[in-house]
Nanobody, 125 residues
Framework: QVQLVESGGGLVQAGGSLRLSCAAS????????????IGWYRQAPGKEREFVAA????????NYADSVKGRFTISRDNAKNTVYLQMDSLKPEDTAIYYC??????????????WGQGTQVTVSS
């Protein structure tokens, strides 16, 4: 099992910044026969959950949604098993519940996926 705990959400004015954290734990996450990709998704009221950004645990590959490129930065601290999402130049349309997601691909072929409980980000205009 993998546990994902998000933190860092809150209320901020447009143009401000927030940093979200996702701390991962569990024996499965520590298994280095599994390639993990940690990402952030968000869901605004009345909308579907959408991809925001992702990073590999063992490489420097990153991926961003077009809507956040140049404003958000994803990074990781493997020593702390934590992934961060630095959000700058926030806009009201960034308001959503942000979820941490972990996807794993095992060397034996199994695919795993886990979600955190979410953290609210509200950007006022």
């Amino acid at each position: 099992q993998v546990q994902l705990v998000e933190s860092g959400g809150g209320l901020v004015q447009a143009g401000g910044s927030l940093r979200l954290s996702c701390a991962a734990s569990g024996r499965t996450f520590s298994n280095y026969n599994i390639a993990w990709y940690i990402g952030w998704y968000r869901q605004a009221p009345g909308k579907e959950r959408e991809f925001v950004a992702a990073i590999g645990r063992s490489d420097d590959s990153t991926n961003y949604a077009d809507s956040v490129k140049g404003r958000f930065t994803i990074s990781r601290d493997n020593a702390k098993n934590t992934v961060y999402l630095q959000m700058d130049s926030l806009k009201p349309e960034d308001t959503a519940i942000y979820y941490c997601n972990a996807r794993g691909v095992a060397t034996w072929g199994s695919r795993l996926e886990y979600w955190g409980q979410g953290t609210q980000v509200t950007v006022s205009s």
